[in-house]
């Protein structure tokens, strides 16, 4: 797992409020990294380690705003988590940031705790995804240790068939089945179907999401 020093970008054009955060996140001993702009973030080289994005929503000048933002890792496949600030008071702007998976969205001002919570939740967040990134590409790496016939049973899995309906598509007993999907399992170390669907799904793609980088 890649479990390296956790990371909060603090992007707002208010200097107090950035400096402000970044002290709070160093005290609990993150690392900070501040920005004035969204240009300046999208210019960086995101941490392999678990992160997380605080965003404002709002910027003077050409910059893109904070959904714009939001929009462009989305599309573009960094994951990273974000918790939103603003001192507008926007129902549909917020419910938008959530549904496109905001961790938080605080308007300010905000309480210390607030941030912190919204944050801790961000950075586990994170460590979860990369825990089954991890996971995933161990398993894609394991691959190569499966019989044509475990090869076989592990595609029919990922279209979510079980044992009798793998073992009638193949013309083989139930049982031969289950000793089959047992060896694979333990093979890919894998636990579940869904972890199996994740291993297909990723090999699927031509490459990996793009999380190094947020540009």
Known sequence: ?????????VVDDEIQIRN???SLCEETGHQVKLFASTDEFLAE???EGPSCLVLDI?????SPTGLDLQRRLVETGVFIPIVFISGYSDVRVSVEAMKRGAVEFLPKPFREQEILDAIRHGLERDRRRIEREDTIRGARQRVEMLTSREREIMMLM????????????????????KVH?????RKLELRSPIEVVRLI????RESEAPRAGAG
């Open 1 to 9: 797992m890649n479990s390296g020093q956790a990371t909060v970008y």
């Open 45 to 47: 080289t995101l941490s």
């Open 20 to 22: 402000a955060i970044g």
């Open 201 to 204: 799904d990723s090999m699927g």
């Open 181 to 185: 999907r047992a060896r694979m399992m």
């Open 58 to 62: 709002r910027f003077p000048g050409t």
């Open 158 to 177: 990922a279209e979510g068939l079980v044992a009798k309906q793998i073992a009638a598509r193949l013309g083989v007993s139930e049982v031969t089945v």
